[in-house]
């Protein structure tokens, strides 16, 4: 069994940065893609960014891209997300997911709160 649990979270205001972590316990033999969701009030879960555990290639959906940096610590089995230049749409329960093989993210984090004031 995998536990992943994210921190980092807040309240920030428009312009600011955040910097999210989340960390990998349990079965962790191997490194394993790692992503970053979000969630707004009243929105779908979407991605927003994610890093390869086949050579840490990194993809940022477009509202992101220039603004968050996904990276990993592979010694911790730790994520981040580097998040700059904030703005009230960032503002989400963001994430944390892994996955070992292809397919859809096996194990999520609890989420954590992300606001974003004007």
């Known amino acids: 069994q995998v536990q992943l649990v994210e921190s980092g979270g807040g309240l920030v205001q428009a312009g600011g940065s955040l910097r999210l972590s989340c960390a990998a316990s349990?079965?962790?033999?191997?490194?394993?893609?790692m992503a970053w969701f979000r969630q707004a009030p009243g929105k779908e879960r979407e991605i927003v960014a994610s890093?390869?555990?086949?050579?840490?290639?990194?993809s940022y959906a477009d509202s992101v891209k220039g603004r968050f940096t996904i990276a990993r610590d592979n010694a911790k089995i730790t994520v981040y997300l580097q998040m700059n230049s904030l703005t009230p749409e960032d503002t989400a329960v963001y994430y944390c997911?892994?996955?070992?093989?292809?397919?859809?993210?096996?194990?999520w984090g609890q989420g954590t709160q992300v606001t974003v004031s004007p």
């Open positions: 349990g079965s962790t033999t191997n490194k394993p893609t």
């Open positions: 890093i390869s555990r086949i050579d840490d290639s990194t």
């Open positions: 997911a892994a996955r070992w093989k292809a397919g859809s993210y096996a194990y």
